[in-house]
């Protein structure tokens, strides 16, 4: 994936995240706060959990490779989005993360 890629898909994502703001202070009066959208993305990643298990047929439910991709999708959807909400370089942070885990491992 190139960088503009990249741009372009957190570009993309928060575009989205601000039409769910709006949804937010139709529904109730205001947007969401960084730690609802926190608590948002830990329930999503819990999904994502439940589905693996299922698609591992280690969990009593029916396996649906569109759910489980859309949960993974959506993971990194709230990530790009807290990122921004607390003013961080989400490509930075994973250039950072990428060099030092390329160092410790060897890769």
């Known amino acids: 994936m190139k960088n503009s890629d990249f741009d372009q898909i957190i570009a993309r994502a928060l575009k ?3 039409k769910y703001h709006e949804l937010e202070h139709l529904n109730h009066g205001s947007e969401w706060s960084i730690e609802e959208d ?9 999904l994502v959990g439940r589905n693996v298990m299922a698609q591992q047929e280690r969990w009593p439910k029916a396996y649906a490779h569109e ?10 959807w709230w990530l790009i989005v807290l990122a ?7 490509k930075m942070a994973m250039e950072k993360f990428l060099s030092k885990t390329e160092d410790l491992v060897g890769a």
């Open 67 to 76: 759910e489980l991709e859309h949960k993974l999708a959506e993971n990194i």
């Open 38 to 46: 926190a608590l948002a993305y830990l329930s999503d990643a819990g």
């Open 16 to 18: 989205i995240r601000t």
């Open 84 to 90: 921004n909400r607390m003013d961080m370089d989400i």
